[in-house]
Structure formats: C-alpha cells, structure tokens
C-alpha cells in the first residue's frame, strides 16, 4: 500500500533546526508555491514533520514543484514493471489533479495521500468513487468502471494467480453494476457506490478499491 508514497519519501529522518528554516525558505524558493505548513497540517491528517518529509522528496521528484502527468506516469510505473500501468496512472493523475489543470501540485498531491491514508472509509469512498468516475459528471457508467478495471488488470500483470482471462475484468464489472445500480437506470450514484460498498466487502476488494493506488 505505500509504493507510491514511497518514491516521494526521503531516507533522511532527523529533523535539525536550520532543516526545517532551509524548508521554509525552498517552500518559497520553487516555481510553485505550496501553501504553508501550518495550513497543510489544519487541512490534512498529517503532522508538520511528516510534511517536511513528503515535501522535500516530492521536491526532489518535481523540482518544479509540480508534476505533470508523462512525470506521473514514469514515477508510478517503476513499480509495476511486470505489467502496463500508464493508463491506470492517468486515470489515477486525473483523480489527483482536483482542479483539472493538467498538473498535481504538492497541495493536490497530500490533500489526496491524507485520505487514502488516513481518511475515514465514507472519505476514502468518495475518492475512490471520484476516481471512477471518469468524465466528472457525478455517474459511472459501466464503460467507466470497465475502463478502470481494465486499467488495473493490465497493471497488474502477469503477476496475478491463476493468470487472469481476457474477458475477466467485465465479469466482474456485471456483477458489480447489477449489484450498484439499485434503480437500474443505467447509472451509479455516489450513495449508490457508498452503500453498497460500505454493505458488501468483498466488492470493496475486489475492485481494487485502495491497495493499487499506493
């Protein structure tokens, strides 16, 4: 579950004063300006220290202070070599990047981290559920949820027992729609995504709700 945290973390884990004045000062330094700790730490669930941690590897990844999808791409794909994990890492960049401007900035990047670490399930839901829902349009339509399954499956490889078939990932998508789609028109809604996730965990788990994302 940390793969992804990872490759924005540091070794380095003591904390010396004239670190953390060198942070404030580089925060203000880059191309991008994050917001200050202080209103990160109000607006997450992670401490001061644990963002000077996540920012100075994010720093090191995107010294720009920004990553852009290609980036993205490259970084998520160093581990899942075995399979094609780019289309899921758009689709992953897409539910990061709120404000759809074609870039994860290190706010967008801990704001998204804070909940899928250490969110409340409904939290985590609602982010998952933003994840799958492809266009934005407040639905997912069965499309959507096969194109996400797809993408996982095809992330994952050859290192799944026993090999998946082709025509696994939309078996499981007709059972999971018929399941969601409590009104069968044709659409989930959020409430419908949350009950019936929060009521059946096995489909929680087996679509890959979070242990891929991280």
């Given at each position: 579950?940390?793969h992804?945290v990872?490759?924005?973390?540091v070794?380095?884990t003591?904390?010396?004063r004239?670190a953390l004045v060198e942070?404030?000062?580089?925060?203000s330094?880059?191309?991008?300006r994050?917001?200050?700790?202080?209103?990160?730490?109000?607006q997450?669930r992670f401490?001061r220290k644990?963002?000077?941690i996540?920012?100075?590897g994010?720093?090191n990844e995107?010294?720009?202070g920004?990553?852009?999808e290609?980036?993205?791409k490259?970084i998520?794909?160093?581990?899942f070599?075995?399979?094609?994990?780019?289309?899921?890492?758009?689709?992953l960049f897409?539910?990061f990047?709120?404000?759809?401007n074609g870039?994860?900035s290190?706010?967008d990047?801990v704001?998204?981290?804070?909940?899928l670490?250490?969110?409340t399930v409904q939290?985590k839901?609602?982010?998952a559920?933003?994840?799958?829902?492809?266009?934005k349009?407040?639905?997912?339509?069965?499309e959507?949820?096969?194109d996400?399954?797809k993408?996982?499956?095809?992330?994952m490889?050859?290192?799944?027992y026993?090999?998946l078939?082709?025509?696994t990932?939309?078996q499981h998508?007709e059972?999971?729609f018929?399941?969601?789609?409590k009104?069968?028109d044709?659409?989930v809604?959020?409430d419908e995504?949350?009950?019936?996730?929060?009521n059946?965990e096995?489909i929680?788990?087996?679509?890959?709700?979070?242990?891929?994302?991280?």
């Amino acid at each position: 579950r940390t793969h992804f945290v990872r490759c924005f973390s540091v070794k380095q884990t003591s904390f010396r004063r004239p670190a953390l004045v060198e942070d404030e000062l580089e925060l203000s330094a880059v191309r991008h300006r994050p917001e200050g700790l202080e209103q990160l730490e109000a607006q997450t669930r992670f401490s001061r220290k644990e963002l000077q941690i996540l920012y100075r590897g994010f720093k090191n990844e995107c010294p720009s202070g920004v990553v852009n999808e290609e980036t993205f791409k490259d970084i998520y794909a160093q581990f899942f070599p075995q399979g094609d994990a780019s289309t899921y890492a758009h689709f992953l960049f897409n539910a990061f990047d709120t404000d759809h401007n074609g870039s994860v900035s290190f706010e967008d990047f801990v704001m998204g981290l804070s909940i899928l670490l250490r969110g409340t399930v409904q939290e985590k839901l609602i982010w998952a559920f933003n994840l799958y829902d492809i266009n934005k349009d407040g639905y997912i339509t069965k499309e959507e949820m096969l194109d996400i399954m797809k993408a996982i499956y095809d992330m994952m490889g050859k290192c799944t027992y026993p090999v998946l078939k082709e025509e696994t990932p939309r078996q499981h998508v007709e059972v999971f729609f018929q399941k969601m789609d409590k009104n069968k028109d044709g659409v989930v809604t959020i409430d419908e995504f949350i009950d019936c996730c929060q009521n059946d965990e096995n489909i929680m788990r087996s679509m890959h709700l979070f242990e891929n994302v991280l």
